[in-house]
Nanobody, 123 residues
């Protein structure tokens, strides 16, 4: 069982920055991803980190602007979001799996989910 809790969401103006956090009950050998859902849109994968190796993958829409990282001492994964755009607004969720079935971008592959944190970017 992996418990996840997001924090750090808020409102920011376009071109600003925000860092959101995902506190986990443990980070051992997880695939941990950030997803987001904008109003009226489907949930989409944003970034993933493989905690055993710290390797990362990003969606094209955020590549070069967002950075996912982990702090093993705090059992926390961060998503640093820079150069934010209004289209980055939405509810952000962290999700994790240990025995993952499916690509990193597939929400069905993740067994554990947090409750979400809202990010609003105004123009």
């Amino acid at each position: 069982q992996v418990q996840l809790a997001e924090s750090g969401g808020g409102s920011v103006q376009a071109s600003g920055s925000l860092r959101i956090s995902c506190a986990a009950s443990g980070l051992s050998r997880l695939r941990l991803a950030w997803f987001r859902r904008a109003d009226g849109k489907e949930r989409e994968a944003v970034a993933v980190i493989y905690t055993a190796s710290s390797s990362t993958v990003y969606a094209d829409s955020v590549k070069g602007r967002f950075t996912i990282s982990q702090d093993n001492a705090k059992n926390t994964v961060y998503l640093q979001m820079d150069s934010l755009k209004p289209e980055d607004s939405g509810m952000y969720y962290c999700a994790a799996c240990q025995l993952c079935s499916g690509g990193w971008y597939a929400d069905a592959a993740y067994k554990y989910w947090g409750q979400g944190t809202q990010v609003t970017v105004s123009s």
